[in-house]
Protein backbone atom coordinates (compact mmCIF):
# COMPACT_ATOMS: atom_id res chain seq x y z
CA UNK A 1 0.00 0.00 0.00
CA UNK A 2 1.09 3.42 -0.85
CA UNK A 3 2.39 6.23 1.89
CA UNK A 4 1.60 9.50 0.72
CA UNK A 5 4.58 11.74 1.54
CA UNK A 6 6.34 14.93 0.98
CA UNK A 7 7.23 17.62 -1.94
CA UNK A 8 10.52 19.24 0.01
CA UNK A 9 12.84 21.02 -2.55
CA UNK A 10 11.36 19.55 -5.82
CA UNK A 11 11.55 15.72 -4.34
CA UNK A 12 8.89 13.70 -2.87
CA UNK A 13 10.43 12.22 -0.04
CA UNK A 14 8.38 9.15 2.11
CA UNK A 15 10.91 9.59 5.61
CA UNK A 16 9.68 6.48 7.45
CA UNK A 17 8.11 8.74 9.94
CA UNK A 18 4.82 8.30 11.82
CA UNK A 19 1.77 7.74 9.44
CA UNK A 20 -1.79 6.85 9.44
CA UNK A 21 -4.63 5.70 7.26
CA UNK A 22 -6.41 7.62 4.34
CA UNK A 23 -9.72 5.93 4.18
CA UNK A 24 -11.70 5.36 1.15
CA UNK A 25 -14.87 6.98 2.33
CA UNK A 26 -17.68 5.12 -0.27
CA UNK A 27 -16.28 1.39 0.78
CA UNK A 28 -14.84 2.43 4.15
CA UNK A 29 -11.68 0.55 3.17
CA UNK A 30 -8.05 1.74 3.69
CA UNK A 31 -6.46 3.46 0.61
CA UNK A 32 -3.17 4.52 1.28
CA UNK A 33 -1.17 6.09 3.97
CA UNK A 34 -0.21 9.35 4.67
CA UNK A 35 3.14 10.25 5.87
CA UNK A 36 3.04 12.55 9.67
CA UNK A 37 6.06 15.14 9.45
CA UNK A 38 8.18 15.53 12.00
CA UNK A 39 9.89 18.92 13.32
CA UNK A 40 12.70 18.02 11.32
CA UNK A 41 11.15 17.28 7.98
CA UNK A 42 8.45 20.37 8.48
CA UNK A 43 12.40 22.76 9.07
CA UNK A 44 13.69 20.92 6.13
CA UNK A 45 11.03 21.91 3.97
CA UNK A 46 11.10 25.66 5.47
CA UNK A 47 15.03 25.38 4.93
CA UNK A 48 14.22 24.37 1.46
CA UNK A 49 11.62 27.33 0.80
CA UNK A 50 14.18 30.09 2.52
CA UNK A 51 17.00 28.89 0.10
CA UNK A 52 14.88 29.43 -3.06
CA UNK A 53 13.93 33.18 -2.25
CA UNK A 54 16.22 35.03 -2.78
CA UNK A 55 16.14 33.93 -6.82
CA UNK A 56 13.03 33.37 -6.85
CA UNK A 57 12.11 36.89 -5.44
CA UNK A 58 14.22 38.59 -8.59
CA UNK A 59 12.49 36.39 -10.84
CA UNK A 60 10.61 38.85 -13.42
CA UNK A 61 6.71 38.73 -12.51
CA UNK A 62 6.24 37.97 -15.61
CA UNK A 63 8.42 35.21 -15.93
CA UNK A 64 7.08 33.44 -12.75
CA UNK A 65 3.55 34.55 -14.25
CA UNK A 66 4.20 32.11 -17.45
CA UNK A 67 4.38 29.32 -14.57
CA UNK A 68 1.08 29.61 -13.41
CA UNK A 69 0.33 29.87 -17.28
CA UNK A 70 1.76 26.32 -17.63
CA UNK A 71 0.31 25.28 -14.82
CA UNK A 72 -3.43 25.84 -15.63
CA UNK A 73 -3.10 23.62 -19.06
CA UNK A 74 -1.28 21.00 -16.63
CA UNK A 75 -4.57 21.04 -14.56
CA UNK A 76 -6.97 20.85 -17.74
CA UNK A 77 -5.15 18.12 -18.91
CA UNK A 78 -4.90 15.75 -15.82
CA UNK A 79 -8.31 17.08 -14.90
CA UNK A 80 -10.13 13.50 -14.56
CA UNK A 81 -7.10 11.98 -12.95
CA UNK A 82 -7.60 15.11 -9.83
CA UNK A 83 -10.92 14.39 -9.86
CA UNK A 84 -10.42 10.63 -9.29
CA UNK A 85 -7.85 11.23 -6.56
CA UNK A 86 -10.64 13.66 -5.09
CA UNK A 87 -13.37 10.97 -5.62
CA UNK A 88 -11.47 8.12 -3.72
CA UNK A 89 -10.12 10.52 -0.63
CA UNK A 90 -13.22 12.39 0.19
CA UNK A 91 -16.07 10.58 -1.60
CA UNK A 92 -17.38 13.71 -3.57
CA UNK A 93 -18.99 12.81 -6.73
CA UNK A 94 -16.99 13.41 -10.00
CA UNK A 95 -19.17 16.72 -11.35
CA UNK A 96 -18.71 18.21 -7.85
CA UNK A 97 -15.11 17.57 -7.97
CA UNK A 98 -14.80 18.89 -11.28
CA UNK A 99 -16.78 22.00 -9.80
CA UNK A 100 -14.12 22.49 -7.26
CA UNK A 101 -11.41 21.90 -9.56
CA UNK A 102 -12.28 24.24 -12.29
CA UNK A 103 -12.97 26.82 -9.46
CA UNK A 104 -9.40 25.89 -8.54
CA UNK A 105 -8.50 26.77 -12.05
CA UNK A 106 -9.15 29.94 -11.96
CA UNK A 107 -7.45 31.23 -8.65
CA UNK A 108 -4.20 30.13 -11.42
CA UNK A 109 -5.56 32.24 -13.81
CA UNK A 110 -5.95 35.50 -11.63
CA UNK A 111 -2.53 34.13 -10.45
CA UNK A 112 -1.39 34.59 -14.28
CA UNK A 113 -2.41 38.52 -14.00
CA UNK A 114 0.12 39.21 -11.08
CA UNK A 115 2.63 41.45 -13.19
CA UNK A 116 -0.54 44.03 -13.21
CA UNK A 117 -1.74 43.69 -9.81
CA UNK A 118 2.06 43.71 -8.80
CA UNK A 119 2.37 47.02 -10.33
CA UNK A 120 3.14 49.88 -7.44
CA UNK A 121 2.09 53.63 -7.66
CA UNK A 122 4.28 56.65 -8.64
CA UNK A 123 4.55 60.57 -7.79
CA UNK A 124 6.67 62.35 -9.66
CA UNK A 125 7.93 66.00 -8.21
CA UNK A 126 6.57 65.49 -4.27
CA UNK A 127 9.13 67.82 -3.70
CA UNK A 128 11.72 69.77 -5.80
CA UNK A 129 13.85 67.03 -7.65
CA UNK A 130 11.88 64.14 -5.60
CA UNK A 131 9.91 61.39 -6.51
CA UNK A 132 8.10 58.83 -4.58
CA UNK A 133 7.10 55.52 -5.02
CA UNK A 134 5.61 52.38 -3.57
CA UNK A 135 6.08 49.13 -4.17
CA UNK A 136 4.92 45.91 -3.23
CA UNK A 137 7.74 43.63 -2.53
CA UNK A 138 7.55 39.86 -1.27
CA UNK A 139 7.16 38.61 2.52
CA UNK A 140 9.57 35.69 2.16
CA UNK A 141 8.51 32.32 3.49
CA UNK A 142 4.66 31.60 3.88
CA UNK A 143 2.57 28.85 4.96
CA UNK A 144 -0.68 27.60 4.38
CA UNK A 145 -2.91 24.48 6.15
CA UNK A 146 -5.87 23.38 5.11
CA UNK A 147 -8.96 21.75 5.50
CA UNK A 148 -10.25 18.47 3.70
CA UNK A 149 -13.59 19.34 2.33
CA UNK A 150 -11.78 21.32 -0.91
CA UNK A 151 -8.26 19.33 -1.31
CA UNK A 152 -7.86 20.90 -4.76
CA UNK A 153 -9.70 23.96 -4.54
CA UNK A 154 -8.57 25.70 -1.33
CA UNK A 155 -4.72 25.20 -1.66
CA UNK A 156 -4.82 26.61 -5.01
CA UNK A 157 -6.45 30.03 -3.07
CA UNK A 158 -3.31 30.13 -1.51
CA UNK A 159 -0.01 29.18 -3.24
CA UNK A 160 -0.83 29.96 -6.56
CA UNK A 161 -1.00 34.17 -5.34
CA UNK A 162 1.64 33.72 -2.88
CA UNK A 163 4.17 32.33 -5.49
CA UNK A 164 3.45 34.99 -8.12
CA UNK A 165 4.03 37.45 -5.65
CA UNK A 166 7.49 36.28 -5.30
CA UNK A 167 7.32 34.31 -1.94
CA UNK A 168 8.22 30.89 -1.43
CA UNK A 169 5.66 28.72 0.05
CA UNK A 170 5.14 25.39 2.58
CA UNK A 171 1.79 23.50 2.60
CA UNK A 172 0.49 21.56 4.96
CA UNK A 173 -2.90 19.67 3.49
CA UNK A 174 -5.39 18.02 5.43
CA UNK A 175 -4.02 14.50 6.56
CA UNK A 176 -7.13 13.05 5.48
CA UNK A 177 -7.13 13.56 1.49
CA UNK A 178 -3.91 14.34 1.02
CA UNK A 179 -3.22 12.38 -2.35
CA UNK A 180 -4.73 15.20 -4.73
CA UNK A 181 -3.00 17.79 -3.35
CA UNK A 182 0.06 16.39 -3.44
CA UNK A 183 -0.52 15.31 -7.24
CA UNK A 184 -1.43 19.38 -8.23
CA UNK A 185 1.39 20.30 -6.20
CA UNK A 186 3.77 18.17 -8.72
CA UNK A 187 2.49 19.50 -11.67
CA UNK A 188 3.63 22.78 -10.49
CA UNK A 189 6.94 21.42 -10.73
CA UNK A 190 6.40 19.86 -13.93
CA UNK A 191 5.63 23.15 -15.53
CA UNK A 192 8.75 24.81 -14.17
CA UNK A 193 8.72 25.76 -10.93
CA UNK A 194 12.19 25.80 -9.39
CA UNK A 195 12.48 23.80 -6.25
CA UNK A 196 12.31 24.86 -2.86
CA UNK A 197 9.80 26.99 -4.50
CA UNK A 198 6.81 25.44 -3.16
CA UNK A 199 6.98 22.56 -1.06
CA UNK A 200 4.52 20.35 0.78
CA UNK A 201 4.12 18.50 4.13
CA UNK A 202 1.62 16.00 5.03
CA UNK A 203 1.07 15.73 9.14
CA UNK A 204 -1.02 16.60 11.89
CA UNK A 205 -0.48 18.93 15.11
CA UNK A 206 3.42 18.43 15.60
CA UNK A 207 3.75 19.55 11.62
CA UNK A 208 1.36 22.74 12.08
CA UNK A 209 2.90 23.87 15.49
CA UNK A 210 6.43 24.08 13.81
CA UNK A 211 5.32 26.10 11.07
CA UNK A 212 3.16 28.67 13.84
CA UNK A 213 6.46 28.86 15.86
CA UNK A 214 9.57 28.49 13.08
CA UNK A 215 10.64 32.25 13.14
CA UNK A 216 11.70 31.92 9.50
CA UNK A 217 7.56 31.91 8.70
CA UNK A 218 6.18 35.54 7.62
CA UNK A 219 2.66 34.85 7.03
CA UNK A 220 0.18 31.96 7.78
CA UNK A 221 -3.12 31.53 5.60
CA UNK A 222 -5.42 28.67 7.07
CA UNK A 223 -8.64 27.31 6.31
CA UNK A 224 -10.75 25.13 8.29
CA UNK A 225 -12.72 24.75 11.60
CA UNK A 226 -13.17 27.90 13.91
CA UNK A 227 -11.79 26.09 16.92
CA UNK A 228 -8.53 25.53 15.19
CA UNK A 229 -8.72 29.03 13.38
CA UNK A 230 -8.58 30.62 16.41
CA UNK A 231 -5.44 28.41 17.68
CA UNK A 232 -3.89 28.96 15.04
CA UNK A 233 -4.60 33.39 14.51
CA UNK A 234 -3.28 32.83 18.08
CA UNK A 235 -0.46 31.18 18.06
CA UNK A 236 0.75 32.81 14.49
CA UNK A 237 0.21 36.24 15.83
CA UNK A 238 1.73 35.18 19.43
CA UNK A 239 4.99 34.68 17.20
CA UNK A 240 4.68 37.64 15.14
CA UNK A 241 3.50 36.33 12.25
CA UNK A 242 0.68 37.82 9.39
CA UNK A 243 -2.45 35.72 9.94
CA UNK A 244 -5.42 35.06 8.09
CA UNK A 245 -7.63 32.18 9.51
CA UNK A 246 -10.46 31.40 8.01
CA UNK A 247 -13.08 28.53 10.25
CA UNK A 248 -16.35 27.52 9.92
CA UNK A 249 -20.10 28.36 9.42
CA UNK A 250 -24.04 28.02 9.57
CA UNK A 251 -25.50 29.70 6.91
CA UNK A 252 -28.75 30.59 6.88
CA UNK A 253 -31.30 31.22 4.09
CA UNK A 254 -34.55 33.36 4.13
CA UNK A 255 -37.27 32.25 2.61
CA UNK A 256 -39.87 35.17 2.04
CA UNK A 257 -43.44 34.62 1.51
CA UNK A 258 -42.88 36.12 -1.85
CA UNK A 259 -40.35 34.14 -3.13
CA UNK A 260 -40.53 31.68 -6.28
CA UNK A 261 -41.18 28.99 -3.99
CA UNK A 262 -39.80 26.23 -6.64
CA UNK A 263 -36.87 28.42 -7.38
CA UNK A 264 -36.04 28.05 -3.46
CA UNK A 265 -36.29 24.34 -3.08
CA UNK A 266 -34.50 23.63 -5.78
CA UNK A 267 -31.55 25.88 -4.90
CA UNK A 268 -32.19 24.79 -0.90
CA UNK A 269 -31.94 21.13 -2.08
CA UNK A 270 -28.54 21.78 -4.17
CA UNK A 271 -27.26 24.12 -1.67
CA UNK A 272 -27.89 21.94 1.82
CA UNK A 273 -26.93 18.37 -0.03
CA UNK A 274 -24.76 19.23 -2.50
CA UNK A 275 -21.14 17.41 -1.26
CA UNK A 276 -22.86 16.28 1.62
CA UNK A 277 -23.27 19.69 3.19
CA UNK A 278 -19.36 19.47 3.61
CA UNK A 279 -18.80 22.91 2.76
CA UNK A 280 -18.41 26.08 4.58
CA UNK A 281 -20.98 27.96 2.27
CA UNK A 282 -23.06 24.61 2.26
CA UNK A 283 -26.85 26.31 3.27
CA UNK A 284 -27.66 24.35 7.06
CA UNK A 285 -30.53 26.85 8.38
CA UNK A 286 -33.80 27.86 6.00
CA UNK A 287 -35.66 30.50 8.09
CA UNK A 288 -38.99 30.25 6.66
CA UNK A 289 -41.15 34.04 7.02
CA UNK A 290 -44.69 32.97 8.05
CA UNK A 291 -46.23 30.08 8.68
CA UNK A 292 -47.92 29.72 5.30
CA UNK A 293 -44.65 29.90 3.69
CA UNK A 294 -43.17 27.34 6.06
CA UNK A 295 -45.33 25.02 5.24
CA UNK A 296 -45.28 25.16 1.70
CA UNK A 297 -41.55 24.90 1.98
CA UNK A 298 -41.11 22.24 4.13
CA UNK A 299 -43.81 19.79 1.86
CA UNK A 300 -42.03 20.87 -1.39
CA UNK A 301 -38.53 19.95 0.05
CA UNK A 302 -39.82 16.62 2.03
CA UNK A 303 -41.05 15.86 -1.78
CA UNK A 304 -37.96 17.18 -3.69
CA UNK A 305 -35.69 15.06 -1.01
CA UNK A 306 -37.66 11.66 -2.04
CA UNK A 307 -35.49 11.60 -5.12
CA UNK A 308 -32.02 12.61 -3.49
CA UNK A 309 -29.06 9.94 -4.55
CA UNK A 310 -26.49 9.48 -2.00
CA UNK A 311 -23.85 6.62 -3.09
CA UNK A 312 -20.46 5.83 -3.83
CA UNK A 313 -18.29 8.79 -5.42
CA UNK A 314 -17.54 6.30 -8.63
CA UNK A 315 -21.16 6.50 -10.03
CA UNK A 316 -21.63 9.81 -11.49
CA UNK A 317 -25.29 9.75 -11.47
CA UNK A 318 -25.16 10.43 -7.83
CA UNK A 319 -26.09 13.80 -6.02
CA UNK A 320 -23.84 13.58 -3.13
CA UNK A 321 -21.38 10.77 -1.97
CA UNK A 322 -20.13 9.59 1.82
CA UNK A 323 -18.78 11.92 4.78
CA UNK A 324 -15.33 11.72 5.29
CA UNK A 325 -14.76 9.50 8.06
CA UNK A 326 -16.82 6.55 9.92
CA UNK A 327 -16.09 9.59 13.38
CA UNK A 328 -18.00 12.11 11.48
CA UNK A 329 -21.19 10.11 10.24
CA UNK A 330 -21.55 9.27 14.04
CA UNK A 331 -20.96 13.05 14.99
CA UNK A 332 -23.82 14.38 12.06
CA UNK A 333 -26.11 10.75 12.79
CA UNK A 334 -25.41 12.23 16.79
CA UNK A 335 -27.09 16.02 15.88
CA UNK A 336 -30.03 14.34 14.37
CA UNK A 337 -30.78 12.51 17.37
CA UNK A 338 -30.40 15.95 19.82
CA UNK A 339 -32.61 17.20 17.95
CA UNK A 340 -35.36 15.10 18.15
CA UNK A 341 -34.57 14.76 21.92
CA UNK A 342 -35.05 18.92 21.95
CA UNK A 343 -38.16 18.77 20.41
CA UNK A 344 -37.58 19.25 16.82
CA UNK A 345 -39.37 17.34 14.49
CA UNK A 346 -37.35 15.09 11.94
CA UNK A 347 -39.37 15.17 9.00
CA UNK A 348 -36.92 13.16 6.56
CA UNK A 349 -34.44 11.31 8.49
CA UNK A 350 -31.30 10.17 6.35
CA UNK A 351 -29.59 8.57 9.61
CA UNK A 352 -28.82 4.78 8.07
CA UNK A 353 -29.49 5.18 4.28
CA UNK A 354 -28.89 2.00 2.04
CA UNK A 355 -26.31 2.18 -0.48
CA UNK A 356 -26.42 -1.02 -1.90
CA UNK A 357 -23.09 -2.54 -2.59
CA UNK A 358 -21.70 -0.02 -0.04
CA UNK A 359 -22.52 -1.14 2.83
CA UNK A 360 -19.19 -0.03 4.84
CA UNK A 361 -19.37 3.48 3.25
CA UNK A 362 -19.90 6.67 5.52
CA UNK A 363 -23.22 7.36 3.39
CA UNK A 364 -25.89 9.89 5.34
CA UNK A 365 -28.64 10.49 3.22
CA UNK A 366 -30.51 13.67 3.30
CA UNK A 367 -31.64 15.18 6.35
CA UNK A 368 -34.37 17.68 7.19
CA UNK A 369 -35.54 18.65 10.47
CA UNK A 370 -38.43 21.26 10.82
CA UNK A 371 -39.48 23.20 14.11
CA UNK A 372 -35.95 24.20 14.64
CA UNK A 373 -35.22 26.78 17.71
CA UNK A 374 -32.04 28.90 18.85
CA UNK A 375 -30.23 26.82 21.69
CA UNK A 376 -30.66 23.74 19.83
CA UNK A 377 -27.80 22.45 19.28
CA UNK A 378 -28.61 21.49 15.67
CA UNK A 379 -29.23 25.35 15.25
CA UNK A 380 -26.34 26.25 17.01
CA UNK A 381 -23.34 23.76 16.28
CA UNK A 382 -22.15 23.37 12.66
CA UNK A 383 -23.22 20.03 11.52
CA UNK A 384 -20.83 20.02 8.59
CA UNK A 385 -23.23 17.15 7.03
CA UNK A 386 -26.01 16.56 4.47
CA UNK A 387 -28.62 17.92 7.29
CA UNK A 388 -31.00 21.15 6.68
CA UNK A 389 -32.87 22.25 10.05
CA UNK A 390 -35.81 25.07 9.25
CA UNK A 391 -36.70 27.68 11.89
CA UNK A 392 -40.05 29.31 11.30
CA UNK A 393 -40.36 33.20 12.20
CA UNK A 394 -42.88 36.14 11.24
CA UNK A 395 -41.07 38.75 9.77
CA UNK A 396 -37.95 39.30 7.67
CA UNK A 397 -36.24 41.62 10.03
CA UNK A 398 -37.07 38.58 13.00
CA UNK A 399 -34.61 35.96 10.55
CA UNK A 400 -32.03 38.63 10.13
CA UNK A 401 -31.78 39.07 13.97
CA UNK A 402 -31.08 35.73 14.03
CA UNK A 403 -28.19 35.43 11.44
CA UNK A 404 -27.04 38.56 13.07
CA UNK A 405 -27.02 36.93 16.71
CA UNK A 406 -25.46 33.20 15.08
CA UNK A 407 -21.48 33.40 15.92
CA UNK A 408 -20.48 32.66 12.48
CA UNK A 409 -20.83 35.38 9.92
CA UNK A 410 -19.51 33.25 6.10
CA UNK A 411 -22.31 32.78 3.90
CA UNK A 412 -26.38 34.09 4.03
CA UNK A 413 -28.98 34.36 1.00
CA UNK A 414 -32.09 35.82 0.51
CA UNK A 415 -35.15 34.53 -1.76
CA UNK A 416 -37.48 37.07 -2.62
CA UNK A 417 -39.00 38.36 -5.35
CA UNK A 418 -38.76 42.01 -3.45
CA UNK A 419 -35.90 44.28 -4.76
CA UNK A 420 -36.29 46.82 -1.64
CA UNK A 421 -36.30 43.96 0.83
CA UNK A 422 -33.47 42.66 -1.22
CA UNK A 423 -31.27 45.93 -0.84
CA UNK A 424 -32.29 46.22 2.55
CA UNK A 425 -30.91 42.72 3.64
CA UNK A 426 -27.64 43.18 1.37
CA UNK A 427 -27.07 46.47 2.81
CA UNK A 428 -27.67 45.48 6.63
CA UNK A 429 -26.81 41.51 7.54
CA UNK A 430 -24.06 41.56 9.44
CA UNK A 431 -22.25 38.49 7.34
CA UNK A 432 -19.46 38.26 4.58
CA UNK A 433 -21.00 36.73 1.93
CA UNK A 434 -24.62 37.55 0.92
CA UNK A 435 -26.65 35.64 -1.99
CA UNK A 436 -29.79 36.96 -3.31
CA UNK A 437 -31.65 34.55 -5.23
CA UNK A 438 -28.30 32.74 -5.36
CA UNK A 439 -27.34 30.10 -2.40
CA UNK A 440 -23.70 29.79 -2.73
CA UNK A 441 -22.51 33.64 -2.93
CA UNK A 442 -18.95 31.89 -3.39
CA UNK A 443 -17.25 34.91 -4.87
CA UNK A 444 -15.00 34.58 -8.35
CA UNK A 445 -11.52 34.65 -8.47
CA UNK A 446 -11.64 38.03 -8.77
CA UNK A 447 -13.17 39.26 -5.99
CA UNK A 448 -11.79 38.02 -2.48
CA UNK A 449 -13.73 35.27 0.10
CA UNK A 450 -14.37 35.60 3.25
CA UNK A 451 -16.85 35.52 6.68
CA UNK A 452 -17.08 37.72 9.64
CA UNK A 453 -17.34 37.24 12.92
CA UNK A 454 -15.79 33.78 13.94
CA UNK A 455 -15.65 32.44 10.51
CA UNK A 456 -12.54 35.03 9.69
CA UNK A 457 -9.95 35.78 12.22
CA UNK A 458 -7.63 38.73 10.52
CA UNK A 459 -7.86 41.35 8.26
CA UNK A 460 -7.76 40.40 4.74
CA UNK A 461 -10.03 37.64 2.71
CA UNK A 462 -8.56 34.88 0.61
CA UNK A 463 -7.67 35.21 -3.02
CA UNK A 464 -8.67 37.63 -5.19
CA UNK A 465 -7.25 41.22 -4.92
CA UNK A 466 -7.18 40.75 -0.78
CA UNK A 467 -4.16 38.46 -1.21
CA UNK A 468 -1.66 40.64 -3.35
CA UNK A 469 -2.14 42.68 0.08
CA UNK A 470 -1.83 39.55 2.59
CA UNK A 471 1.51 38.21 0.37
CA UNK A 472 2.86 41.45 0.41
CA UNK A 473 4.66 44.07 1.92
CA UNK A 474 4.47 47.89 1.30
CA UNK A 475 7.66 50.21 1.00
CA UNK A 476 7.30 53.41 0.12
CA UNK A 477 10.63 55.02 -1.41
CA UNK A 478 10.97 58.67 -1.64
CA UNK A 479 14.33 59.79 -3.97
CA UNK A 480 16.45 62.75 -4.58
CA UNK A 481 19.07 63.30 -7.43
CA UNK A 482 20.20 67.39 -6.98
CA UNK A 483 20.69 69.07 -9.91
CA UNK A 484 24.48 69.00 -9.76
CA UNK A 485 26.38 71.77 -8.13
CA UNK A 486 22.98 72.52 -6.13
CA UNK A 487 24.15 72.44 -2.56
CA UNK A 488 20.75 72.87 0.12
CA UNK A 489 21.70 72.98 3.97
CA UNK A 490 20.30 71.56 7.10
CA UNK A 491 16.77 71.96 7.44
CA UNK A 492 15.18 71.74 10.87
CA UNK A 493 11.89 71.80 10.08
CA UNK A 494 9.82 68.84 9.15
CA UNK A 495 9.94 68.33 5.83
CA UNK A 496 7.00 69.81 4.09
P1 LIG B 1 -9.91 21.12 10.78
O1 LIG B 1 -9.94 22.41 11.49
O2 LIG B 1 -10.11 19.88 11.55
O3 LIG B 1 -8.50 20.93 10.01
C1 LIG B 1 -7.96 21.94 9.19
C2 LIG B 1 -6.45 21.83 9.22
O4 LIG B 1 -5.99 22.04 10.55
C3 LIG B 1 -5.92 20.47 8.78
O5 LIG B 1 -4.80 20.64 7.95
C4 LIG B 1 -5.56 19.80 10.10
O6 LIG B 1 -4.48 18.90 9.97
C5 LIG B 1 -5.18 20.96 10.99
N1 LIG B 1 -5.48 20.70 12.40
C6 LIG B 1 -6.52 20.00 12.90
N2 LIG B 1 -6.46 19.97 14.25
C7 LIG B 1 -5.38 20.69 14.60
C8 LIG B 1 -4.80 21.03 15.87
N3 LIG B 1 -5.34 20.64 17.01
N4 LIG B 1 -3.68 21.79 15.86
C9 LIG B 1 -3.12 22.21 14.71
N5 LIG B 1 -3.62 21.89 13.50
C10 LIG B 1 -4.75 21.16 13.43
O7 LIG B 1 -10.98 21.25 9.59
P2 LIG B 1 -11.49 20.12 8.60
O8 LIG B 1 -12.36 19.17 9.34
O9 LIG B 1 -10.38 19.57 7.80
O10 LIG B 1 -12.38 20.99 7.60
C11 LIG B 1 -13.71 21.31 7.84
C12 LIG B 1 -13.85 22.68 8.48
O11 LIG B 1 -13.24 23.67 7.66
C13 LIG B 1 -15.29 23.12 8.64
O12 LIG B 1 -15.44 23.75 9.89
C14 LIG B 1 -15.51 24.10 7.51
O13 LIG B 1 -16.52 25.05 7.73
C15 LIG B 1 -14.17 24.74 7.46
N6 LIG B 1 -13.93 25.36 6.16
C16 LIG B 1 -13.96 26.72 6.11
C17 LIG B 1 -13.79 27.35 4.89
C18 LIG B 1 -13.82 28.85 4.81
O14 LIG B 1 -13.42 29.36 3.79
N7 LIG B 1 -14.25 29.57 5.83
C19 LIG B 1 -13.56 26.60 3.72
C20 LIG B 1 -13.51 25.22 3.83
C21 LIG B 1 -13.70 24.61 5.06
Redesign the pocket.
Known amino acids: MTTVGHLINGEIHDLGERSQPVYNPSTGEVGAHVALASKETVEAAIASAAAAFPAWRNTPPAKRARVMFRFKELLEQNADKIVELIGREHGKISHDAMGELQRGIENVEYACYAPELLKGEHSKNVGPSIDSWSEHQPLGVVAG??????PAM?PL?MYPMAIVCGNCFVL?????DPSSTLFIAQLLQDAGLPPGVLNVVN???E???TL?TDSRIEAVS????????E??YQTAAAHGKRCQA????KNHAIVMPDADMDNAVEALTGAAFGSSG????AISVAVAVGDEAADLLVSKLKARMQSLKVGAFSDSSNDFGPL?TAA?KEKVQGYIRSAEEEGAVVVVDGRDPAVSGFDQGFFVGGTLIDQVKPGMRCYEE?I?GPVLVVVRVDTMQEAMDLIDAHEYG?GTCLFTRDGEAARYFSDNIKVGMVGINVPLPVPVSYHS???WKR??FGDLY?YGPDAVRFYTRRKTITQRWPSSGVREGAQFSFPS
Open positions: ITPFNFVWKPSERGDKAVDLFVGSTPIAYILGGAERCMIHEFNFGGSLA
